[in-house]
């Protein structure tokens, strides 16, 4: 099992930025490739960004990238949101989740963090 508890979220005015982390615990972190995603109310959970167990591959849904950067730090067993040019449609809950593989899919994913809210105001 891995447990993974997120935080950072908060309200930021558009055009600003915010920092997500999400910390890990339980089984081996470093061998599990890790995602962002989010949910607005009335909507799917969207893909956000997913990084692999080394950091060295990166995938970004076409509506963040440029703006966010994903990254992780195993000796903190942490992955991070780095979110730049906020957007009040960037407005979400936001969940980190653990894949034993490569996985950009919602389904794919095997643990699931409780969420933080991320407010952009215009």
């Known amino acids: 099992q891995v447990q993974l508890v997120e935080s950072g979220g908060g309200l930021v005015q558009a055009g600003g930025s915010l920092r997500l982390s999400c910390a890990a615990s339980?089984?081996?972190?470093?061998?599990?490739?890790r995602g962002w995603f989010r949910q607005a109310p009335g909507e799917e959970r969207e893909f956000v960004a997913a990084?692999?167990?080394?950091?060295?591959?990166?995938y970004y849904a076409d509506s963040v990238k440029g703006r966010f950067t994903i990254s992780r730090d195993n000796a903190k067993n942490t992955v991070y949101l780095q979110m730049n040019s906020l957007k009040p449609e960037d407005t979400a809950v936001y969940y980190c989740?653990?894949?034993?593989?490569?996985?950009?899919?919602?389904?794919?994913?095997?643990?699931w963090g409780q969420g933080t809210q991320v407010t952009v105001s215009s």
């Open positions: 990084i692999s167990w080394s950091g060295g591959n990166t």
């Open positions: 989740a653990a894949s034993e593989s490569w996985a950009t899919k919602k389904d794919e994913y095997d643990f």
């Open positions: 339980g089984r081996t972190f470093s061998t599990y490739a």
